[in-house]
């Protein structure tokens, strides 16, 4: 019997890293959820994907931080095996603001938090898949957004920037382990209904900002899980350094 894919989604407890979660779980993946600090929406996840005769563990890491990262991937090796894919999915996002206003603590977080993480995490995810470390090759798929392009002027530039580099990380990653049976895609949302944009200090963005989306609608967390997927599927294979956008047009 050949054996159970494995999935790492980052921040898998909520929102798209949660649709995330179940979706490869309905497609036959062991899924490891991670969080960073509301374990209950993790393990309310994690027991409707076991309900469902899913596989999945929970493990609490804040991946900004490299000891947090290395003892998650650890126990994914232990508790579930070979690793094929990782969704890079954990992220933050603070008050809109103009830059003048914000602190060097502010935009360290948004970056420590949305562009270390993924570095770190990718890097966890080469050391297995390589196959010139003996791994069997596999699929990073890194969750970037639509900001990335638009900048998001007198919101939040600094979440967008974050976004920015991980778009470059998808490009250099993917060129650097192309030929060791990775490939490394990304995605990037527009307006999704998640708790997010109440992180950013208006919880109705979304209604302010539809109509000018070309499709008149915020996206659904289901809608980005499916291109997600897609693009760590066997559907995908000639994909490798893309960016997907999932924006409704915008
Ligand atoms: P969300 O509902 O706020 O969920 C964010 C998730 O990230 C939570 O599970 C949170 O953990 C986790 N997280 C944050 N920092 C973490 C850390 N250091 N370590 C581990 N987990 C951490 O947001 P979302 O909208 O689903 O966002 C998911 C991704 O999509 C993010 O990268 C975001 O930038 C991107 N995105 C979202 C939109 C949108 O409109 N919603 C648009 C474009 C891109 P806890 O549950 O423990 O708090």
């Given at each position: 019997m050949e054996d159970q894919k494995v999935a790492i989604i980052t921040?898998?407890?909520?929102?798209i890293g949660a649709a995330t979660a179940k979706l490869f779980s309905q497609n036959g993946y062991a899924v490891c959820i991670n969080y960073k600090s509301d374990s209950e929406a993790a393990t309310y996840l994690a027991k409707d994907i076991t309900s469902q005769g899913g596989k999945c563990i929970v493990v609490q890491a804040d991946v900004s931080q490299e000891s947090d990262v290395l003892r998650l991937f650890d126990t994914v090796d232990k508790?579930?095996?070979?690793?094929?894919v990782l969704v890079n999915n954990a992220g933050i996002l603070q008050k809109?603001?103009?830059?003048?206003?914000?602190?060097a603590d502010r935009i360290n977080a948004i970056l420590i938090n949305n562009v270390t993480s993924y570095f770190l995490c990718s890097r966890e995810a080469v050391k297995r898949m390589s196959k010139s470390y003996g791994g069997l090759g596999g699929a990073i798929i890194n969750v970037s957004s639509g900001a990335a392009r638009s900048g998001s002027p007198n919101e939040y530039i600094d979440y967008a920037a974050s976004k920015g580099a991980i778009d470059t990380l998808t490009k250099g990653l993917s060129l650097e382990v192309a030929a060791e049976g990775i490939r490394v895609n990304c995605v990037r949302p527009g307006?999704?209904?998640?708790?997010m944009h109440a992180d950013g200090g208006e919880p109705g963005r979304i209604e302010r900002l539809k109509s000018k989306i070309p499709l008149q609608r915020g996206g659904l967390p289901e809608e980005v899980a499916e291109a997600i997927y897609w693009l760590a599927s066997?559907?995908?294979?000639?994909?490798?350094?893309n960016y997907l956008d999932l924006t409704g047009g915008l």
């Open positions: 921040g898998g407890g909520r929102g508790e579930l095996g070979s690793l094929t809109q603001m103009r830059l003048e206003e914000m602190s307006l999704i209904y998640t708790d066997e559907k995908s294979t000639f994909s490798t350094g």
